[in-house]
């Protein structure tokens, strides 16, 4: 018996039935895509500002110590970050998995654009494996470029196709299966992100980073995407 590909044998087809004709689809995905590239831009230039005072020679590891209130303001401002783009994908979305698709979507782009921002404005970074402080919140996350860069662009695609597929009339249905491999590949990738604490907060030079925690989050994030997908073809087919 001949094996059926994971996303179906009429992925292809239905994708392009679907495909980006809906103009009013495609109007609303790009206001939302202008907005994430803008507030990659705020984003980095914040970043700018704090570089050009605590790093003046450059940005490298070990990190430097910064004012308790400085730091308060920075968890703050993270947490407002994400309350932003929740609010927009709530905005943008009419369903639930509609606005979690917005909500990738707009992360990924984000986060692509902020370094696409901070290498116009400082020439940094100079490869894909400098080392960035990502985020501060619950603890600090620290990894190379090419890490989160990579976690956004799957954000970007899958938030696409999902937001794509329910204004299309679809459903997206994740079943137990899929939020136990979600689970599982958030808490690789966060871990591979978390785990070098004397480096993110002891202020030591980073360890050697953990691609292998990076790459199964990876894997195990695209085959809960492609069962999912797979799942709610088949369910749709069944109404």
Not at 185 to 190: D, E, G, K, N, S
Request: with cysteine.
């Amino acid at each position: 018996m001949a094996r059926k590909p994971l996303f179906g044998g009429d992925f292809v087809e239905h994708f392009g039935r679907m495909g980006f004709r809906d103009s009013d689809f495609c109007k609303q995905l790009a206001l939302v895509a202008l907005f994430a590239v803008a507030m990659g831009y705020l984003e980095a230039a914040v970043v700018a500002y704090l570089r050009e005072l605590y790093y003046p020679e450059g940005f490298v590891f070990p990190l430097k110590g910064m004012p308790g209130r400085i730091i308060a303001i920075e968890l703050a401002r993270e947490f407002a970050t994400i309350v932003m783009l929740a609010a927009i994908a709530g905005i943008a979305g009419r369903k639930r998995w509609e606005r979690f698709g917005y909500f990738l979507t707009l992360f990924g782009i984000w986060d692509i654009f902020y370094y696409v921002w901070l290498k116009v404005m400082l020439g940094w970074p100079s490869t894909l494996v400098d080392w960035d402080m990502l985020f501060l919140i619950p603890v600090p996350w620290i990894a190379p470029v090419i890490a989160p860069v990579l976690v956004a662009l799957l954000m970007t695609v899958c938030g696409i196709l999902i937001t794509r597929r329910i204004a299309g009339g679809g459903e997206f249905l994740p079943g137990r299966l899929a939020w136990m491999g979600g689970v599982l590949a958030t808490f690789a990738i966060l871990y591979s992100f978390m785990r070098d604490t004397k480096a993110s907060t002891g202020q030591g030079s980073p360890d050697a980073y953990s691609y292998p925690l990076l790459v199964i989050g990876l894997a195990l994030y695209i085959g809960v995407f492609a069962l999912t997908w797979r799942k709610s073809l088949g369910q749709q087919r069944t109404q």
